[in-house]
């Protein structure tokens, strides 16, 4: 006999923490201009050794210690870079001392950057791109320790009094851009309801106002699910008619989009004849990239909770072959089925990595 154990789907987590209810705006920081600075070598040690038995026993200046590098590396536990330092200082490595003793090497200063960042130099040239957790990029080198007096001891000079100093850390300016700040992207004409459908499903707070371009610049929010899986969720500014011809804020924005795992279009279904709105919005994405219309994507159909709106669903299901979810991101309606489709579709593709071949774009 053979038992199907029905798999249950992880629900999300509430938003609940009262605390976290307070109307506080972050933005969400997508490029940064930082500076970064190798810690400079300790310098060696002028040295001699001296014992009771033998008054003149020898050089025994030691090294100094390498300075520290300056690595961005790349994590899923930071989504932005609000919390990157706009000057990143490795620490320098310690003198030699007498005895021969080796200055203490330095820590390297680890930078967590979201993953999907990308890194230009000061001439805009891309350099590194971090699209795969854990990789690594060295930003700036630490210069190695100076040598102490011991190492110039020779047959003919047996009493060097001379040692070197240590070698200068690299100093660079870099401009590190994320690229894939988000698993899902919100894309929707202005007024649509994005920005109350990300409050009402995780804790960000953008704000929300009955009048369009509110938004302005991205904001994101996780969302998380009882198997501690934690999706990120970002709210676009708001797409117009020609964005792709840099119409409206949208287009600056667009380059996001081109890493997120899938794409909702929120449409408002109170307008009349929302499915042109849904035609237009991915009509602007193709122009924009042609294969982000293949990406994972669904419709949601907010504001059903608004006279009249409801009749169009089916409608709007029949001129579209995506799936529909109905919700009213105000009132909270089927937001969980909402969730839960977002988790399926999160599910199957986390393991894709085709969505880093957008580097013609860079
Ligand atoms: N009745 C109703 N109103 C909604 C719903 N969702 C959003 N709204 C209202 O629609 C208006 C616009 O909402 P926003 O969330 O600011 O819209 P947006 O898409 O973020 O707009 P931009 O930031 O300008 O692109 C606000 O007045 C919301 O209260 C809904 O489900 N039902
Ligand atoms: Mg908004």
């Given at each position: 006999?053979?038992?199907?154990?029905?798999?249950?789907?992880?629900?999300?987590?509430?938003?609940?923490?009262?605390?976290?209810?307070?109307?506080?705006?972050q933005n969400f920081v997508d490029i940064k201009r930082i500076r970064v600075i190798?810690?400079?070598?300790?310098?060696?040690?002028?040295?001699?050794?001296?014992?009771?038995?033998?008054?003149?026993?020898?050089?025994?200046?030691?090294?100094?210690?390498?300075?520290?590098?300056v690595?961005l590396e790349a994590s899923?536990?930071v989504k932005d870079l609000q919390n990157v330092p706009t000057v990143a200082r490795?620490?320098?490595?310690?003198?030699?001392?007498?005895?021969?003793?080796?200055?203490?090497?330095?820590?390297?200063?680890?930078i967590k950057v979201p993953v999907g960042t990308v890194i230009k130099n000061s001439?805009g040239?891309v350099v590194g791109d971090l699209?795969?957790?854990?990789?690594?990029f060295?930003a700036a080198?630490?210069?190695?320790?100076?040598?102490?007096?011991?190492?110039?001891?020779?047959?003919?000079?047996?009493?060097?009094?001379?040692?070197?100093?240590?070698?200068?850390?690299?100093?660079l300016e870099y401009t590190f851009e994320v690229r894939s700040m988000?698993?899902?992207?919100?894309?929707?004409?202005?007024?649509?309801?994005?920005?109350?459908?990300?409050?009402?499903?995780?804790?960000?707070?953008?704000?929300?106002?009955?009048?369009?371009?509110?938004?302005?610049k991205p904001?994101l929010?996780?969302?998380?699910?009882?198997?501690?899986?934690?999706?990120?969720?970002?709210?676009?500014?708001?797409?117009?008619?020609?964005?792709?011809?840099?119409?409206?804020?949208?287009?600056q924005f667009?380059k996001h989009?081109?890493?997120?795992?899938?794409?909702?279009?929120?449409?408002?279904?109170?307008?009349?004849?929302?499915?042109?709105?849904?035609?237009?919005?991915?009509?602007?994405?193709?122009?924009?990239?042609?294969?982000?219309?293949?990406?994972?994507?669904?419709?949601?159909?907010?504001?059903?909770?608004?006279?009249?709106?409801?009749?169009?669903?089916?409608?709007?299901?029949?001129?579209?072959?995506?799936?529909?979810?109905?919700?009213?991101?105000?009132?909270?309606?089927?937001?969980?089925?909402?969730?839960?489709?977002?988790?399926?579709?999160?599910?199957?593709?986390?393991?894709?990595?085709?969505?880093?071949?957008?580097?013609?774009?860079?």
């Amino acid at each position: 006999m053979v038992f199907i154990i029905p798999t249950q789907l992880p629900n999300p987590s509430k938003v609940g923490n009262q605390n976290l209810q307070k109307n506080r705006v972050q933005n969400f920081v997508d490029i940064k201009r930082i500076r970064v600075i190798g810690g400079s070598g300790g310098n060696g040690c002028i040295s001699f050794l001296s014992l009771w038995s033998n008054e003149f026993a020898g050089p025994d200046g030691g090294d100094g210690g390498h300075g520290g590098h300056v690595i961005l590396e790349a994590s899923y536990d930071v989504k932005d870079l609000q919390n990157v330092p706009t000057v990143a200082r490795a620490e320098c490595g310690e003198k030699g001392c007498n005895k021969d003793c080796h200055g203490k090497n330095s820590n390297h200063y680890i930078i967590k950057v979201p993953v999907g960042t990308v890194i230009k130099n000061s001439e805009g040239k891309v350099v590194g791109d971090l699209s795969t957790e854990g990789l690594m990029f060295v930003a700036a080198r630490g210069g190695a320790g100076g040598r102490g007096n011991h190492f110039f001891m020779t047959d003919t000079e047996q009493a060097p009094k001379i040692c070197e100093y240590g070698a200068s850390g690299e100093n660079l300016e870099y401009t590190f851009e994320v690229r894939s700040m988000a698993h899902i992207g919100l894309i929707g004409f202005p007024n649509a309801g994005k920005s109350t459908l990300l409050r009402a499903i995780s804790r960000a707070r953008p704000k929300v106002a009955p009048y369009p371009f509110t938004t302005l610049k991205p904001h994101l929010g996780v969302v998380q699910y009882d198997d501690y899986e934690q999706i990120a969720v970002a709210d676009l500014p708001g797409l117009i008619p020609d964005s792709h011809k840099n119409k409206g804020l949208g287009i600056q924005f667009l380059k996001h989009t081109e890493r997120c795992m899938a794409l909702l279009y929120i449409i408002d279904v109170s307008l009349p004849e929302p499915w042109d709105h849904l035609k237009i919005l991915q009509y602007e994405l193709s122009k924009f990239n042609e294969t982000l219309i293949e990406r994972p994507q669904l419709v949601v159909a907010n504001k059903i909770d608004v006279p009249d709106a409801e009749g169009k669903i089916e409608r709007l299901k029949e001129e579209t072959d995506l799936s529909v979810i109905a919700v009213s991101a105000k009132l909270g309606t089927n937001l969980l089925g909402l969730l839960r489709e977002i988790k399926i579709i999160y599910d199957e593709n986390k393991n894709s990595n085709d969505l880093s071949d957008n580097k013609n774009t860079f």
